[in-house]
Nanobody, 119 residues
Framework: QVMLVESGGGLVQTEGSLRLSCAAS????????MGWYRQTPGNQRDLVAR???????NYSDSVKGRFTISRDNAKNAVYLQMNSLKPEDTAVYYC?????????????WGQGTQVTVSS
């Protein structure tokens, strides 16, 4: 029903920057909150940042002050500007979209994009 396509991952040195993009297509009218999660091997997928359609934002403590999430509702897109990157930011980053309350079901996920920060 909804497809999320991420782009922008890659290899960067410590203190470098990357910008992730995620574009939604399909039944985008079912989407409320959009965000980014990340996962390293053997660990759970953790929230990085999320933004509601109205612009309410939440960040994980580990990225506050370094990462900025933004959203373009007209383009059904969400972005993650990552600055001052650290080796511990290395992970697969997944775009996420939560459904509106009147469209029950599992959240939508992108296929993931690898971010590697070298020391």
């Amino acid at each position: 029903q909804v497809m999320l396509v991420e782009s922008g991952g890659g290899l960067v040195q410590t203190e470098g920057s990357l910008r992730l993009s995620c574009a939604a297509s399909g039944w985008t009218f079912t989407i409320d909150v959009m965000g980014w999660y990340r996962q390293t091997p053997g660990n759970q997928r953790d929230l990085v940042a999320r933004i509601s359609e109205g612009g309410t934002i939440n960040y994980s403590d580990s990225v506050k002050g370094r990462f900025t999430i933004s959203r373009d509702n007209a383009k059904n897109a969400v972005y993650l500007q990552m600055n001052s990157l650290k080796p511990e930011d290395t992970a697969v980053y997944y775009c996420n979209a939560e459904r509106r309350s009147n469209w029950p079901g599992s959240p939508y996920w992108g296929q993931g994009t690898q971010v590697t920060v070298s020391s």
